[in-house]
């Protein structure tokens, strides 16, 4: 029997309705594109380099992604922010973390990466059934599908998208 998915999981984390993010260096020019293909607002992200708020009116954000990676192309990786069941907003990475069954061996992570048309860019030292795999900028997949794919894998044991999250204080 599976166990259940634990609050990281995909399951637990769906798009908004009214922002992504692109993650990687990109021109004035192509950042001015963006903002009319959104139809919304661009800004960078307090304290993370290389990445771009865009904020939409709501509606389907599979079509706000497919606007944004059409204008991007090859030049960035294009993700929906996510929400948690709590409401709060997550800002995808680009990567994606895998938990699989066992500990996972060189030969079989490579083999995954290449499958998954994925990128490994570390092992958990503390976690050795547990990588990390980065979305390349040339792949025009959607992020949920991506996940979706790489969980349906025999060999996951759960997989999801690496993100930030802004907090907000709450006054007691």
Do not use: C
């Amino acid at each position: 029997m599976r166990k259940p998915k634990d609050t990281k999981s995909s399951i637990s984390r769906l798009p908004a309705k009214d922002a992504a993010v692109v993650i990687g260096a990109i021109s004035d020019e192509m950042r001015s594109r963006l903002a009319k293909a959104a139809n919304g607002t661009i800004a960078p992200m307090a304290n993370v380099a290389d990445t771009l708020l865009v904020q939409a009116k709501p509606g389907d954000p599979r079509k706000l992604f497919e606007k944004l990676n059409d204008v991007v192309g090859e030049k960035a990786v294009v993700a929906p922010v996510l929400v948690d069941e709590e409401g709060q907003r997550l800002f995808p990475t680009g990567h994606v973390q895998v938990r699989f069954k066992t500990p996972a061996d060189d030969e079989l992570l490579a083999a995954f990466a290449e499958r998954h048309r994925l990128q490994l860019t570390k092992r958990n030292r503390w976690a050795p059934q547990q990588a990390e795999f980065a979305v390349k900028p040339d792949d025009p997949r959607y992020l949920p599908e991506i996940t979706r794919a790489v969980q349906a894998e025999p060999a996951v044991d759960d997989a999801w998208p690496d993100v930030r999250a802004a907090f907000r204080r709450q006054l007691a």
